[in-house]
């Protein structure tokens, strides 16, 4: 305790179909018996387009509710498709990622049962995915949105951390002073660019061959993949820094590299950095 479970829909048909079954998958029982035992639960919607989402959305958002506060939170995220999904595998309705409108429906529901949530149990108990706010042209909530989520494996809450760090290190008058190459995904590219804007530190953004170009956060980037986008960078600052949730409690990175591997391909010092920005001198 506490158990994930990735719930999509409280919709037994439509779970089933979602998990690609010709029967119904039921969830709602099951996660009723674990809550009833005293097991907590964090449970995750992938929001996908056409399928569990609008009306479909709100009636799973009120089934788990109804089972907090054993059922401690809820992470709603956007659906992310790989470079390796087939486009011609008949899906209906087809997968495609959220629209701007879609995401922005998606986080006003989230809104709503927060909002319960606050009244009943004094916890915001559902959150949104940080992607859901970019996808959907929004400021990510400041840290204090956040407070006690349980959530942050599922991408939510990371860009407040990322940028509250930031302001504490500006406030406090401590800056970095250090130098060298970050590289990270394309998803914080772009904050992590502005926060380090005049430092010693420059940032590149590397694409995702394994996955995808679509897939844009920094833990899915491979080995070969920061090793490709050094070598097409030129001369870099070292060391090159790399965000070590891309490597396992093996240190190895999804394809098998492993720090001194990368190292070694680009021919300079490579660390991996544990604590993000508030590591970084």
């Known amino acids: 305790s506490p158990v994930r479970v990735s719930v999509h829909t409280t919709d037994a048909s439509l779970r089933g179909r979602m998990f690609g079954h010709q029967h119904d998958l039921p ?39 109804s089972l907090a ?19 011609d595998s008949g899906v209906s309705p087809p997968l495609r990622g959220l629209t701007g409108g879609e995401a922005e429906a998606a986080l006003c529901l989230v ?16 959150y949104g995915a940080d992607e859901l706010y970019l996808i959907a042209g929004r400021a990510v909530p ?16 990371l860009l407040a951390a990322l940028l509250d760090v ?26 992590l660019s502005e926060i380090l804007d005049g430092t010693g530190y420059g940032v590149v953004g590397a694409e995702n061959s394994t996955f995808g170009e679509s897939v844009g956060v920094a833990g899915l980037l491979g080995g070969w993949d920061i ?15 790399l965000p070590d949730v891309m490597f396992n409690r093996e240190g190895l990175s999804l394809d098998g590299l492993t720090v001194g591997d990368i190292a070694d391909a680009v021919g300079c010092r490579v660390v991996a950095v544990e604590g993000g920005l508030e590591a970084l001198t």
């Open 69 to 87: 506060p054993g059922l401690r939170s809820v992470g709603v995220v956007p659906l992310g498709l790989t470079s390796h999904r087939k486009t």
């Open 142 to 157: 400041g840290m204090d949105h956040y407070v006690d989520c349980p959530q942050a494996e599922n991408g939510i809450g």
């Open 227 to 241: 090793i490709r986008r050094i070598g097409s960078a030129g001369e870099v600052e070292e060391p090159v820094c």
């Open 111 to 126: 809104e709503e049962f927060q909002r319960t949530a606050l009244n009943r149990m004094g916890t915001r108990w559902a």
């Open 166 to 191: 930031a302001a504490s290190r500006r406030a406090s008058g401590r800056g970095w002073s250090g130098s060298g190459t970050l590289v990270t995904g394309s998803m914080c590219l772009p904050f």
């Open 27 to 65: 969830v709602l029982e099951t996660l009723g018996e674990l809550v009833r035992g005293g097991i907590s639960v964090d449970a995750q919607i992938v929001v996908v387009p056409g399928w569990n989402d609008g009306a479909r959305l709100r009636s799973t958002l009120q089934d788990l509710i």
